[in-house]
């Protein structure tokens, strides 16, 4: 039903001049027959399609009361979108240049890894394929939301997010953390964008199956910019995973040493979310601008898989009370890592707290470039800072376990993790740089290390066999340094190291003469190295003009590679496309070319993925550049 008062009808009288911020009809032009009216929609109008009527009347002079009335339908619908070069707009971001990068470019940068050792994977979004505006439009008629308030990017942004992923309100992607995916599903790692995923899922109207952080990360940005709200992927290394509003990471181990793994919040490696740029005209004054939005499903807000949108700003200040979920967002950037010591019959007791370990080089695409921007003081101040305590007293206020909450204490001894780029089949060394601070006493520390197979998320498989233990028992004089290098050998641990995943080292120190504690946990990338290489024939083409790719990957590993392929996907090129390579022997090198052809005029992005279950993130990109065609060579 069209409701004038719900906005999903507008009457629009002829005026002499159009407001930038209402809707309005103005005659611009009128030869013999032939009328051209210019049209304004309002900011307020909510997006999506509409339909334009045109009435006119014109009197009868032979017969006066009986106007001569014609309607016309125009043929084709209109698609209002949110306008961030309109300052009336509640999107509007005062920067050309963050515009093109987060509206209109349709490529980009997601950043991968672990805090010491990270790198970009690149990401079509692919914002202007046929097939994602349909897919936005498909999902907002499933969500639970009022035509009336897709006007507002608050409600439209946290609906989305809800939707984006499978758990609630029939939603597009399943997620699924596992070693093994089924037949006929796509390993997350596979993906390079976000087209192929909202392709699938309008043409089956079914889930998709699966994806991660990166990848709901990735459609969810895609969504946003299709419907004209700046967006952007945040990565944040070492993310907190808060699972009982405490507003901490709760860490355990029992009375020998031991990880409980099963009582335990979660610290991923990293994990990816997005920001959103708009006006908040449902909180005080201060919280315009970005706003954290999370499509991966973690935990329920107001009983549905989703998060946010909430004022990165609030995050910073610790407004945990704010809508929506700043709480849970703050613990990821900002929660106290709290050991907890398990003794036998259950009880438990506070050993040891870290308040400088959640959140650490949270990171995004630069404007313009593909350079890494930094935006870790935009989520939390600097760590040990008098704003940073501040703010971290205030927060404990609320939390679940607020009767737990610890002061800072100075420690006797200080711990240095050293970390080196981890190559699969390659020996890894991880020194530990013990230094005593007292300067009047020696001191006694046992050391207990515990080594396993981990999960980007942090989860380690219970089931899953301890690649190493190391127990030791150093003697510190006063002041001095002294390190302790753990080795593993290739033999140790390359049966026992799964395709995509990290070796996580737990370490727990206790000082004899203080009874001080002191834990710690530390990831390892295992790097294995691209080895994808790719060559256009030409690098300037005509539209439709026809190219050839070829791609090529050597396996640089000691293993042999089945059911390998190339994937291809670029935006404006051509549909995705797979090229089955079989086995790849070690050592080897194989090649496939495609032939292609671009329809999109501009700098044009293909993206080439080796794909197997032992390699992830061997992705290249190739940039061509299409010029227009000639109306003769348009077929």
Same mark, same amino acid.
């Given at each position: 039903m069209?409701?004038?008062?719900?906005?999903?009808?507008? #009457?629009?009288?002829?005026?002499?001049?159009?407001?930038?911020?209402?809707?309005? *009809?103005?005659?611009? /032009?009128?030869?013999?027959?032939?009328?051209?009216?210019?049209?304004?929609?309002s900011?307020?109008?909510?997006?999506?399609?509409?339909k334009?009527?045109?009435?006119?009347?014109?009197?009868?002079?032979?017969s006066?009361?009986?106007?001569?009335?014609?309607k016309?339908?125009?043929?084709e619908?209109?698609?209002?979108?949110?306008?961030?070069?309109?300052p009336?707009?509640?999107?509007?971001?005062?920067d050309e240049?963050?515009?093109?990068?987060?509206?209109?470019?349709?490529?980009?940068?997601?950043?991968v890894?672990?805090?010491?050792?990270?790198?970009?994977? %690149?990401?079509?979004?692919?914002?202007? !394929?046929?097939?994602?505006?349909?897919?936005?439009?498909?999902?907002?008629?499933?969500?639970?939301?009022?035509?009336a308030?897709?006007?507002?990017?608050?409600?439209?942004?946290?609906?989305?997010?809800?939707?984006?992923?499978?758990?609630?309100?029939?939603g597009?992607?399943?997620g699924?953390?596992?070693?093994?995916?089924?037949?006929n599903?796509?390993? %997350?790692?596979?993906?390079?964008?976000?087209?192929?995923?909202?392709?699938?899922?309008?043409?089956?109207?079914?889930?998709?199956?699966?994806?991660?952080?990166?990848?709901f990360?990735?459609?969810?940005? #895609?969504?946003?910019? *299709?419907?004209?709200?700046?967006?952007?992927?945040?990565?944040?290394?070492?993310?907190?995973?808060?699972?009982?509003?405490?507003?901490?990471?709760?860490?355990?181990?029992d009375v020998?040493?031991?990880?409980?793994d099963?009582?335990?919040?979660?610290?991923?490696?990293?994990?990816?979310?997005?920001? &959103?740029?708009?006006?908040?005209?449902?909180?005080?004054?201060?919280?315009?601008g970005w $706003?954290?939005?999370?499509?991966?499903? $973690? !935990?329920?807000?107001?009983?549905?898989?989703?998060?946010?949108?909430?004022?990165?700003? &609030?995050?910073?200040q610790?407004?945990?009370?704010?809508?929506?979920?700043?709480?849970?967002?703050?613990?990821?950037?900002?929660?106290?890592? =709290?050991?907890w010591?398990?003794?036998?019959?259950?009880?438990?007791?506070v050993?040891?707290?870290?308040?400088?370990?959640?959140?650490?080089?949270?990171?995004?695409k630069?404007?313009?470039?593909?350079?890494?921007?930094?935006?870790?003081?935009?989520?939390?101040?600097?760590?040990?800072? #008098? !704003?940073?305590?501040?703010?971290?007293?205030?927060?404990?206020?609320?939390?679940?376990?607020?009767?737990?909450?610890?002061?800072r204490?100075?420690?006797?001894?200080?711990?240095?993790?050293?970390?080196?780029?981890?190559?699969?089949?390659?020996?890894?060394? =991880? %020194?530990i740089?013990?230094?005593?601070t007292?300067?009047?006493?020696?001191?006694?520390?046992?050391?207990?290390?515990?080594? /396993?197979?981990?999960?980007?998320?942090?989860?380690?498989?219970?089931?899953? %066999?301890l690649?190493k233990t190391?127990?030791?028992?150093?003697?510190?004089? /006063?002041?001095? +340094?002294?390190?302790?290098?753990?080795?593993?050998?290739?033999?140790?641990?390359?049966? /026992?190291?799964?395709?995509?995943?990290?070796?996580?080292?737990?370490?727990?120190?206790?000082?004899?003469? +203080?009874?001080?504690?002191?834990?710690?946990?530390?990831?390892?990338?295992?790097?294995?190295?691209?080895?994808?290489?790719?060559?256009?024939?030409?690098?300037?083409?005509k $539209?439709?003009?026809?190219f050839?790719?070829?791609?090529?990957?050597?396996?640089?590993? @000691? +293993?042999?590679?089945?059911?390998?392929y190339?994937?291809?996907?670029?935006p404006?090129?051509?549909? @995705?496309?797979?090229?089955?390579?079989?086995?790849? $022997?070690?050592?080897?090198?194989?090649?496939?070319?495609?032939?292609?052809?671009?329809?999109?005029?501009?700098?044009?992005?293909?993206?080439?993925?080796?794909?197997? @279950?032992?390699?992830?993130? &061997? =992705?290249?990109?190739v940039? =061509?550049?299409?010029? !227009?065609?000639?109306?003769?060579?348009?077929?």
């Open positions: 069209l409701i004038t008062g719900k906005g999903t009808l507008c #009457t629009l009288n002829q005026s002499q001049k159009l407001n930038n911020s209402e809707w309005g *009809c103005l005659l611009e /032009k009128h030869e013999g027959e032939e009328i051209t009216f210019r049209m304004m929609t900011v307020s109008a909510p997006v999506g399609y509409y334009v009527l045109i009435e006119s009347i014109c009197s009868v002079t032979d006066p009361g009986s106007p001569n009335i014609t016309i339908t125009c043929p619908e209109i698609f209002v979108l949110f306008n961030c070069w309109c009336e707009d509640s999107v509007f971001i005062d240049a963050q515009r093109q990068e987060y509206v209109l470019n349709d490529t980009g940068l997601i950043w890894g672990t805090y010491r050792d990270f790198e970009p994977i %690149p990401w079509n979004f692919g914002q202007y !394929e046929v097939c994602v505006l349909e897919c936005a439009v498909y999902l907002l008629s499933n969500a639970n939301l009022a035509v308030a897709r006007s507002d990017p608050v409600k439209l942004t946290r609906a989305l997010s809800a939707l984006v992923n499978s758990n609630d309100e029939g597009m992607l399943w699924r953390w596992t070693e093994t995916y089924p037949p599903s796509t390993d %997350p790692t596979e993906w390079v964008g976000s087209v192929e995923i909202l392709r699938q899922y309008l043409l089956n109207e079914e889930p998709v199956r699966y994806g991660q952080c990166w990848v990360s990735g459609v969810l940005t #895609t969504l946003l910019r *299709c419907l004209g709200i700046p967006a952007r992927c945040v990565t944040n290394f070492e993310s907190g995973h808060d699972t009982d509003c405490s507003y901490s990471i709760d860490c355990h181990y020998e040493g031991n990880p409980v099963e009582l335990d919040d979660s610290i991923w490696n990293f994990h990816v979310w997005n920001e &959103a740029w708009f006006k908040r005209h449902d909180l005080p004054p201060g919280y315009d $706003q954290a939005v999370d499509a991966t499903p $973690q !935990e329920a807000s107001e009983s549905i898989m989703r998060c946010g949108p909430c004022p990165v700003k &609030a995050i910073k610790g407004d945990v009370y704010l809508p929506y979920d700043c709480g849970f967002l703050f613990a990821e950037v900002n929660g106290d890592r =709290i050991w010591k398990v003794e036998k019959d259950g009880s438990m007791s050993e040891y707290v870290d308040r400088n370990c959640i959140g650490k080089s949270i990171s995004t630069a404007v313009g470039s593909d350079d890494r921007e930094d935006l870790t003081r935009s989520y939390k101040h600097e760590d040990g800072s #008098t !704003e940073e305590e501040n703010v971290l007293s205030k927060v404990s206020q609320f939390g679940s376990r607020k009767e737990w909450t610890t002061k204490v100075n420690r006797d001894i200080q711990v240095e993790l050293g970390h080196e780029t981890a190559i699969m089949g390659s020996e890894i060394k =991880i %020194p740089q013990l230094t005593n007292n300067s009047k006493s020696s001191r006694t520390v046992s050391l207990s290390a515990h080594i /396993k197979c981990a999960a980007y998320t942090g989860r380690t498989d219970s089931k899953q %066999p690649i190391v127990t030791n028992v150093l003697e510190l004089s /006063k002041s001095e +340094t002294d390190t302790l290098t753990i080795s593993l050998l290739p033999d140790e641990y390359l049966k /026992k190291v799964r395709a995509g995943s990290t070796l996580r080292m737990f370490l727990q120190l206790s000082v004899q003469e +203080t009874k001080q504690v002191y834990a710690t946990q530390e990831s390892f990338l295992m790097k294995k190295g691209s080895g994808v290489m790719v060559t256009c024939s030409k690098t300037t083409v $539209q439709y003009e026809e050839d790719v070829t791609c090529s990957y050597t396996n640089t590993t @000691s +293993t042999k590679l089945t059911r390998s190339f994937y291809l996907e670029g404006g090129i051509r549909r @995705s496309k797979k090229l089955y390579c079989g086995t790849v $022997q070690p050592g080897s090198t194989i090649e496939r070319t495609l032939n292609l052809s671009a329809y999109r005029v501009g700098e044009r992005v293909l993206f080439v993925k080796f794909c197997n @279950s032992k390699i992830p993130n &061997a =992705i290249e990109k940039k =061509i550049v299409v010029e !227009e065609a000639e109306p003769t060579e348009v077929i």
